[in-house]
């Protein structure tokens, strides 16, 4: 036999049967549908030139799911199939669908018990699109037939007629492949999916497919340029944007980030006098410069960074941070504020 099914009637399902199709194979769609899709393991169900308008087929199993009704059906391809399109419509090219399908007479009106590797014709148009498909049926590959295709006249130029509609399907709780087409969701609250490139993890409260592990994201940061022009006393000053560039960054989800000044300050103009090195925040959050943040030396030199803790941020604004600096007096030795860096560490 070359295309076999199990659970079938009339009860004929032999051990041969049953040891070939992929019984254990069950990925939940829904409360009541298995994901269909081929098993991954080589290439199964591999397609060939077998002739100007012939097709071959290569072995594989896979899942087909009917109805909810009907549930999935395992099917394993033993042997290669060849198939025979049509000659190609006198206008319009159109495009054929290749497909797996299960005949089940408890549930169609086709009066057999069967599993087929079949052709499922398009129609011709000038702009073609591939057939639906009818229950219990799974797509594997379209292939495009010109307008005036047919043996005598070259027939299906198969390099470029061939489009792979292969899906994946595994078992519960296992890493579904990659495979044709990524639109589609998660059935449950952390499934897994290869998305060619990495792991991605169904997170059902988002709605969304997420890299896993999520992807680190790289600190934010601007160093100063010039030092501080020390012509304003006693007062926070913003560096201006050539001197020291800002930093704009989105809040990430978590609502929560790191944020690092570094440097050197130093005022040893008088035994109180005082440098400081900070930033402020502007935009979806506010911050002003002050000791809450700000790097500072009195009556001395430091050379150090500060690093704070900043949540309750609103996911997805954009926050502004400027550089700034602040000098008591500067009429005396070593009045300074330079060499910073501003980092921003976004926590996900």
Request: net charge neutral; glycine share 12%; charged share 15%.
């Amino acid at each position: 036999m070359t295309v076999r099914s199990a659970w079938l009637l009339p009860l004929t399902q032999t051990r041969e049967d049953t040891r070939l199709t992929p019984v254990g194979t069950y990925a939940p769609e829904s409360e009541m549908r298995t994901r269909d899709g081929v098993i991954a393991g080589g290439n199964p169900f591999a397609a060939t030139s077998a002739g100007a308008m012939s097709l071959q087929i290569g072995v594989g199993r896979a899942q087909v799911q009917g109805t909810d009704a009907q549930g999935a059906y395992p099917v394993a391809v033993d042997a290669p199939v060849t198939l025979n399109f049509a000659d190609g419509e006198a206008q319009f090219a159109r495009i054929d669908s290749v497909a797996l399908r299960v005949y089940d007479q408890l549930f169609d009106q086709a009066g057999q018990n069967l599993a087929a590797v079949e052709i499922i014709r398009g129609t011709g148009s000038a702009t073609p699109t591939a057939p639906s498909m009818p229950s219990a049926c799974l797509r594997l590959w379209d292939v495009t037939v010109p307008a005036g295709a047919s043996a005598g006249v070259g027939g299906i130029p198969w390099s470029s007629a061939l489009a792979d509609r292969r899906r994946f399907t595994s078992a519960y709780g296992g890493i579904i492949p990659r495979g044709y087409g990524l639109a589609f969701n998660g059935a449950y609250d952390g499934q897994y999916r290869d998305n060619g490139t990495g792991l991605e993890r169904w997170d059902a409260t988002a709605g969304a497919w997420e890299a896993y592990p999520p992807t680190p994201t790289r600190p934010i940061t601007t160093k100063q340029v010039t030092p501080a022009p020390l012509t304003t006393t006693g007062a926070f000053v913003d560096f201006t944007a050539a001197a020291w560039p800002r930093i704009t960054f989105t809040v990430p989800p978590s609502g929560a980030v790191f944020v690092s000044v570094g440097g050197q300050v130093s005022n040893r103009s008088t035994a109180a006098s005082t440098a400081w090195m900070t930033w402020r925040a502007t935009g979806a959050y506010t911050e002003a410069h002050g000791a809450l943040n700000g790097l500072s030396a009195q009556a001395g030199r430091v050379i150090g960074s500060r690093r704070v803790y900043r949540d309750g941020l609103t996911p997805g604004g954009q926050v502004t941070l400027i550089p700034g600096w602040n000098i008591s007096s500067n009429g005396g030795t070593d009045v300074f504020v330079q060499d910073g860096q501003l980092t921003v560490e976004l926590i996900v």
